[in-house]
């Protein structure tokens, strides 16, 4: 049984599969939970059942675009100046 509240964005784990999942959605009329796991399957949940599981709240997993395995790194929102820009406003934060 579980107390914790699902909030979208976040990650869990259930505790009694060891499945790692993302909730990605949240109808709070219709009393359901998306969420979907790393391996990219999605599935519903009403909330009664989410309380009724074992869920434990855990950090995003480092390889979090693992859903997205087949997305080529560039598609991911990233690009080469968005990292040179990332380290050389790190660089010049350090100096701060």
Do not use: K
Not at 16 to 42: C, H, R, W
Not at 43 to 48: G, K, P, T
Not at 59 to 82: F, K, Q, T, V
């Amino acid at each position: 049984m579980s107390d914790v509240d699902p909030i979208i964005g976040n990650w869990y784990r259930n505790q009694e599969t060891g499945n790692d999942f993302e909730v990605v959605a949240l109808d709070e009329d219709g009393q359901t939970i998306e969420i979907q796991y790393f391996d990219g399957e999605l599935e519903e949940l009403d909330l009664d059942a989410w309380y009724e599981l074992p869920i434990e709240s855990i950090e995003a997993p480092e390889d979090w675009s693992g859903p997205y395995d087949e997305i080529e790194a560039d598609d991911l929102g990233y690009d080469e100046e968005d990292e040179e820009e990332d380290a050389f406003n790190a660089g010049w934060m350090a100096h701060c």
